[in-house]
């Protein structure tokens, strides 16, 4: 099977690679044995008739066993490995409050706290204590198809940004002024041992590096 990898992650132990691909599904490589061991689809026990791309993959933490991902259907979503059905798989968690697809994912490493990057113009901070609802889950998946539009050839929706967050959002912060166009932009907190990770920071469209303050 022939897929394309938009984001790829190496365990904190380097002894698994973790993917996610154009597929909808998410891979995970054994580094030693040189072969795939586990592969499943994303949207799974929903109701969706697509598999949408899995833009972002991101290890939780040291562990190697929770796995953030976020993808075109404008879900970030959390997987624990160790309860991972392959034919049945189910997130322990989600989080629904983009309006359009996410394109990086960062986790602060503390098992806590991750970011998203989105093509609605905006970074989410989450907390993984805080997840949405399987009602907001759903309802996201079922109204992404109103608010999908190319981000590699359009301009954003003029309503990106206007309309604050959605009943039932669960994140801590909305940071916005930069410009998501053309490419999966990335997102990150700023390093440990020099700021303390009080900062999170983006690329732009533009050819900009913003930075952003008041992250937990």
């Known amino acids: 099977m022939r897929f394309c990898?938009?984001?790829?992650?190496f365990s904190p132990d380097n002894?698994?690679?973790?993917?996610?691909?154009?597929?909808?599904?998410?891979?995970?490589?054994?580094?030693t044995r040189a072969e795939r061991t586990v592969r499943f689809q994303t949207s799974c026990g929903s109701d969706d008739k697509w598999n949408y791309d899995v833009n972002a993959v991101s290890y939780a933490d040291n562990s190697s066993h929770v796995v953030y991902s976020g993808g075109d259907d404008t879900l970030c979503?959390?997987?624990?490995?160790?309860?991972?059905?392959?034919?049945?798989?189910?997130?322990?968690?989600?989080?629904a409050g983009h309006g359009a697809g996410i394109t990086y994912i960062d986790s602060k490493g503390d098992g806590r706290y991750l970011i998203s990057n989105s093509k609605d113009q905006s970074i989410k901070l989450w907390d993984i204590r805080q997840p949405s609802d399987y009602g907001m889950l759903k309802h996201a998946r079922d109204t992404v198809e109103e608010t999908r539009w190319d981000y590699r050839?359009?301009?954003?929706?003029?309503?990106f940004g206007k309309q604050g967050?959605?009943?039932g959002d669960p994140s801590l912060m909305t940071y916005r002024g930069h410009q998501v166009l053309r490419s999966l932009l990335r997102c990150h907190f700023s390093p440990a041992h020099t700021t303390g990770q009080r900062y999170v920071y983006t690329g732009c469209s533009s050819g900009?590096?913003?930075?952003?303050t008041n992250v937990v």
């Open 208 to 212: 900009k590096l913003i930075g952003m």
């Open 153 to 159: 050839f359009e301009a954003p929706p003029r309503d």
């Open 15 to 31: 002894a698994h690679v973790l993917a996610g691909g154009n597929d909808g599904c998410i891979y995970l490589y054994d580094q």
């Open 77 to 95: 979503l959390v997987w624990d490995l160790r309860l991972l059905d392959e034919d049945n798989p189910r997130p322990v968690a989600g989080f």
């Open 165 to 167: 967050k959605t009943e």
């Open 5 to 9: 990898p938009f984001s790829i992650r």
